[in-house]
Every structure is written in C-alpha cells, then in structure tokens.
T-cell receptor, first 116, second 114 residues
Framework: AQKVTQAQTEISVVEKEDVTLDCVYE???????LFWYKQPPSGELVFLIR??????QNEISGRYSWNFQKSTSSFNFTITASQVVDSAVYFC?????????????FGTGTQLKVEL | DAGVIQSPRHEVTEMGQEVTLRCKPI?????LFWYRQTMMRGLELLIY????????DSGMPEDRFSAKMPNASFSTLKIQPSEPRDSAVYFC????????????FGQGTRLTVV
C-alpha cells in the first residue's frame, strides 16, 4: 500500500524566515515518483516538482529546494526567505505502480502561513 | 492547451437529487483521476482510470457514487442520490499512464448539497 505522511498540519513563520515542510512516504514499488503541489487560497492545485525514485539529487529552483533521501523515505521541501505569497497548503504526493496502475496518493497537506 | 476542464465550477443542489460532474482531460493523457477534498479528510482519491478503464475504485465512498469514462476525452462522476455530507470540492486530474509526468488538475467543482 502507498502512504504519504505530512506530520506538520500547520506552520507559521515570519517573512524572510526559512521553512522546511516534511514528507515521509511508504511504498513497495521500486519505481515511483514523488511530487509537491501548492494550493493557494484561490483553491487550484499547482504543480511544483516531480522526482523519480532513481534520482536522489537535491534540486533547487529559486527560493525552493527539495531534499530526497531514499534511506529515510523522505522528500522534504524548503522555502528560503519566505514571502507572504508563499502562504498556501502544500501537498506531497506519491505515484507508484502497484497493481499495474499509477495510483497517485496525496498526504494530508501542510498549511503554511507567512506573516509580515 | 486548455488544461483539464471541469464543469460546473459550482453546484448547489437539494438532498436526494442526482448530481453529475464532468471532466475533460488534457489531450494525450491516458490516466484520469477523481479526487474529493474536504476539511476533515483532505484530498481523497475516489477512482482512477487508465486508458478509459477503471483501475481502482476503492476510494468511492458508497454505491451512490459512480464514475464513467466513455472515451479518452470525457469522464463523469455521478452522485445519486446526493446527501449533505457529499458537499466538497471535487477535482479531476490527468497524466500520462507511466506516471512520469505530473498530474494536471482542473479548477475543481465546489458541490454544496442542502
């Protein structure tokens, strides 16, 4: 079975602080993909990043960075110098191939509030 | 590309009525997902299709829910009869079957059952 755990329900930071959102996953698949999505107050789900299970290189995109560690089954997301516009719910997701299908499972999300 | 298109964007209906939500996936995508989002339960996968075939419907809450994908460009999620606890935002998403692309989401349908 696939499972994604985002233990942090809500995080509040002051603008310009760095913040890390945690994601731990479980899967029996050897090939899988991990994702992060952002859901701003307007409600749409915005794709941020995709990593495959064979690529453990960390990735940086502007103020965003991701740390993928298979040894701990974690895929953490860091926002550097947070801004008010980063306030949103962030979802970690896992796509595997159990049973022949590419089931996409989401964590429960982390609500990030960035205040002035 | 217009992205994943869902209709209607908002639906208010009375308890007991039939509700049909519609989704047009991105052309060329052969996986389609239906999710339900509520405050209490977060994002729940209801059902997904590969090549128009339902693969896993274990997330469909009850027999009142049904989903179809008659062709590669259209899917429906039907609730009959609807109940107030069905009130939620329903998202449709599509991706490639290999999972090597991200899932693209529609804008969602906000359903209110009164």
């Amino acid at each position: 079975a696939q499972k994604v755990t985002q233990a942090q329900t809500e995080i509040s930071v002051v603008e310009k602080e760095d913040v890390t959102l945690d994601c731990v996953y479980e899967t029996r698949d050897t090939t899988y993909y991990l994702f992060w999505y952002k859901q701003p107050p307007s409600g749409e789900l915005v794709f941020l990043i995709r990593r495959n299970s064979f690529d453990e290189q960390n990735e940086i995109s502007g103020r965003y960075s991701w740390n993928f560690q298979k040894s701990t089954s974690s895929f953490n997301f860091t926002i550097t110098a947070s801004q008010v516009v980063d306030s949103a719910v962030y979802f970690c997701a896992l796509s595997g191939f159990t049973g022949g299908g590419n089931k996409l499972t989401f964590g429960t999300g982390t609500q990030l509030k960035v205040e002035l | 590309d217009a992205g994943v298109i869902q209709s209607p964007r908002h639906e208010v209906t009375e308890m007991g009525q039939e509700v049909t939500l519609r989704c047009k996936p991105i052309s060329g995508h052969n996986s389609l997902f239906w999710y339900r989002q509520t405050m209490m339960r977060g994002l729940e996968l209801l059902i997904y299709f590969n090549n128009n075939v339902p693969i896993d419907d274990s997330g469909m809450p009850e027999d009142r829910f049904s989903a179809k994908m008659p062709n590669a460009s259209f899917s429906t999620l039907k609730i009959q009869p609807s109940e107030p606890r069905d009130s939620a935002v329903y998202f449709c998403a599509s991706s490639s079957i290999q999972g090597s692309t991200e899932a693209f989401f529609g804008q969602g349908t906000r359903l209110t059952v009164v």
